[in-house]
Nanobody, 123 residues
Framework: QVQLVETGGGLVQAGGSLTLSCVAT??????LAWFRKVPGKNREFVAA????????YYADSVKGRFFISRDDAKNTVHLQMTLLQPEDTGVYYC??????????????????WGQGTQVTVSS
């Protein structure tokens, strides 16, 4: 059974840090990405290591503050979030798929989604 389970969300003060984790079961060899749904916006790409070229990509809004890492042996991806700001508040989703580079930052590039984990940053 294909499943993505996110953990690590919570409440943190501005400037603080959180680390999210996503464990994928039932499949392997997919790109694992993080997206988020913040209030008033559509779900947006946050970060992912792209398997096809080995590079890691970040949304401009999180570059230099968020860091993604993947453990292939455990089929797990982590998102270390530092210098969190209130505008980072939202539901964070893990996604798995086999996107091509042109769809890498799009929801359409991903087949499987986790249930999401809430991140709340207070000012």
């Amino acid at each position: 059974q294909v499943q993505l389970v996110e953990t690590g969300g919570g409440l943190v003060q501005a400037g603080g840090s959180l680390t999210l984790s996503c464990v994928a079961t039932g499949f392997s060899g997919y790109t694992l990405a993080w997206f988020r749904k913040v209030p008033g916006k559509n779900r947006e790409f946050v970060a992912a290591p792209f398997r096809n070229n080995g590079r890691t990509y970040y949304a401009d809004s999180v570059k230099g503050r968020f860091f993604i890492s993947r453990d292939d042996a455990k089929n797990t991806v982590h998102l270390q979030m530092t210098l969190l700001q209130p505008e980072d508040t939202g539901v964070y989703y893990c996604a798995a798929g086999r996107p091509i580079l042109s769809s890498f930052r799009s929801e359409a590039g991903y087949t499987y989604w986790g249930q999401g984990t809430q991140v709340t940053v207070s000012s």
